[in-house]
């Protein structure tokens, strides 16, 4: 399905840009371009984000893994 006409953008492009670390419209208007011409996406793209988000403590975890990575590189 579409979520975006203008940019030609569909929800698995969303999906898989959720799954490469995008957490925000923001976030996928950065990477897919979406939002970008009439804006009429908006509201599909943020039912697409939020369906596709992982869970909170997925989230924590992958947050601490980044933590733990950047002081293993400082050391
Ligand atoms: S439908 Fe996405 S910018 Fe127009």
New binding site residues.
């Given amino acids: 399905m579409y ?5 030609a ?1 569909t929800d698995r492009q969303v999906r898989e840009a959720v799954a490469q670390g995008a957490r925000s419209l923001r976030d996928l208007r950065r990477d897919l371009g ?8 908006a509201g599909c ?1 943020r039912q697409c984000l939020e369906s596709s988000a992982p869970p909170p403590a997925i989230v924590l975890d992958m947050a601490l893994q980044c933590r733990t990575a950047a002081i293993s590189e400082c050391a």
Avoid at 34 to 41: L, P
Wanted: neutral net charge.
């Fill in positions: 979520v975006c006409v203008c940019k953008v979406i939002i970008d011409e009439c804006g009429r996406c793209a």
